[in-house]
């Protein structure tokens, strides 16, 4: 599997990006797939996550400012970012888990969000 990220950009404060998260290859029917980022001299932060069937879940720092969605005759999910502010200066990364008798992960290389103020 490989997951290909892309949407990242610089940004005002206050302004919105979508983030894109291209997943190829052999992907299980049962999957979860997470947006994760990480800021200079941070731990790894959870973002959002969405699995095969809609279902989601978000990070209490960005809830009700960002959206995941998914296309999954496209294999991609969509992070749309809105009311952006500095702290949301990042590399984002999306994850895949292919869910079966065993779990694998999967990661992208990641993409730069940084938001100026």
């Known amino acids: 599997v490989q997951l290909m990220e892309s949407g990242g950009g610089l940004v005002q404060a206050g302004g919105s990006l979508r983030l894109s998260c291209a997943a190829s290859?052999?992907?299980?029917?049962?999957?979860?797939v997470t947006w994760y980022r990480q800021a200079p001299g941070k731990q790894r932060e959870f973002v959002a996550a969405i699995t095969d069937g809609g279902s989601t879940n978000y990070g209490y720092s960005v809830r009700g400012r960002f959206t995941i969605s998914r296309d999954n005759a496209k294999n991609t999910v969509y992070l749309q970012m809105n009311s952006l502010n500095s702290e949301d200066t990042a590399v984002y990364y999306c994850?895949?888990?292919?869910?079966?008798?065993?779990?694998?992960?999967?990661w992208g290389q990641g993409t730069q969000v940084t938001v100026s103020s």
């Open positions: 290859g052999n992907i299980f029917s049962i999957n979860v």
């Open positions: 994850s895949l888990r292919n869910i079966g008798v065993k779990s694998y992960d999967y």
